[in-house]
């Protein structure tokens, strides 16, 4: 296989928004699946994917030679970006609040963003006489979340547009989001460089060079917006309409700053020891909303100033972290990913029925099995994103992707709707037309083999995902029963054997076998279900009793 086969099946990044995922190819390529509303896939419908699909950019009129390679994507709640190597900003989806950087209604295909085109950058714009000398603008890297779009250009400025905290001559100097589909520079950090950003529904963070020039470590954090929870990490509840330093990651702070994400009202950060440091070692700290867990601090109390997550094991470096609505996930080098939050670090799932003490929100980390696979981590970790209520995770170098969490509108990407409670592998490499047109030169058996491959594939996740769903139903209906889970020991040997389940006779054994303790609560078992059904058909009776004398009088009374 050549290399730019290979990389057209590695992924290089993702991005998760509400209900979709976008994907980008080392070969340049986006890929998106999930939710289809609003546009935010980019196919030029709002039909639903419930696996990857490649995103055309045809409409820029190039040829197949001088095709946009992409370098970075980007998603929003119901939006989606992408930037191409020549720093053109492309954006479809949802654009009431004008989050697409064009003056119009929804997009369901890839638009061109026309501002940054010929435009010079904000720090060259020093006064009039300097206009003849602009630097050409690029931009470097795109963002966005809620209803807002942010990019970084190639001298470091940030601009950001849609549904923004930003002044307004109608705010009086209070909180205020203002909507507008022209990209406005940040002017706060001119002479500097910012490195990183995100943001949630309503408030951003931003890492900031502390000099004119970044050197590596000497790195500010930022933060403003909406502050209603804490999510700005500054020690109290009021809001910002222009960046403030997190005092905690200060120039003089002994912890450098290296990723940043934020969900809806809470923010996480990961940092390491500056250097000199002996060790690698990393944290994890979270701020901000803590309501269903999601800030890993055992609490559900809100956190205003930024806290390290101590249910994390130490000797770790944590390469990347994502945040939902409702809940944060984390993975280190070694493969280890943590999630924390909404039903059991899930997110927004309520169809997870978990019995128990796996009941509930998890208030700290839970380790996350590589569930159905040899090795019980996750070989060779890239990235790890969140969406509203499903976890996206890049690994084997990129050439496999796992995700977990709510599948409705075919959000996990592995063909079906299902939820998934433990990763599921998403459907990578997807057949592209590229590879279609590769086949054709091909025979056709080799065609066929790989179609039925595909179709074989596609009914193998939809058993497994039924397989999952009845093996949760017979545990619960066990445990009801018994008083443990339901193991592989547990299936009777008829069964096991012969295929046959003869339920007199297992019944008959099973009774043999029991001792004193088992007897006893299997007779109070029978009892609660026998009480239960002589109290439903005893109010069944009432009620037909008392419906027969309404109708009696009724008919009586005439």
Known sequence: MDDSVNLSRKVVAVAAGEAHTLALTGDGSV??????????????SEADEPIPVRVNFDCAGRSTEERLRFVGVAAGAYHS??????????CWGYNIYGQLGVDGDNATVPCLLQHFIELASPDTLTD?????????????????????????DNLGALWMWGNCPQQSSSSEGGFFLVSSFIPTPVWDFHGHNVIKVACGNEHVVALVSAGETYKGEDIVCYSWGNNNHGQLGL???????????????????????????????????????????????????????GDNGQLGHETTQCELFPKPVKGLPQNVYLISVGCGLFHTSVVSSAGDVWSWGMERGLGLCPDATFSGTDRGDALSPLLISCNGLQRPKFQDPVQVACGAAHTVLVAHDGYKLWSWGRGKSGVLGNGNTAHCFTPTMVLWPPLTEDSKQEESKTSEGVTETERRLSLAMDEMKLLQSKLFAMERYASVLHGSIFGKPFEEEDIPASLKNFGTFDIAKEWENMLEAADRAK?????????????????????????????????????GSK
């Open 31 to 44: 890929y998106s699946w999930g939710r289809g509303m609003f546009g935010r896939l980019g196919t030029g």
């Open 81 to 90: 970006l992408a930037l191409a190597d020549d720093g053109s900003v492309w």
């Open 128 to 152: 009039e006489s300097e206009t003849k000398s602009r630097v050409p603008l690029k931009v470097c890297s795109v963002k966005a979340g809620g209803m807002m779009s942010l990019a970084i």
């Open 235 to 289: 020690g109290d509840k009021e809001s910002r309409l222009k960046p403030e330093i997190i005092k905690t990651f200060n120039e003089d702070s002994p912890w450098a700053v290296y990723e940043v994400a934020c969900g809806a009202f809470h923010t996480a950060l990961l940092t390491h020891k500056k250097k000199p440091s002996d060790t690698l070692e990393s944290l994890c700290w979270t701020f901000g909303i």
């Open 519 to 555: 007897l006893i609560r299997l007779e109070m078992s029978y009892r609660n279900m026998l009480a239960g059904v002589k109290d439903k058909l005893m109010k069944r009776r009432i009620q037909e009793i008392v419906e027969e004398c309404l109708h009696s009088s009724s008919t």
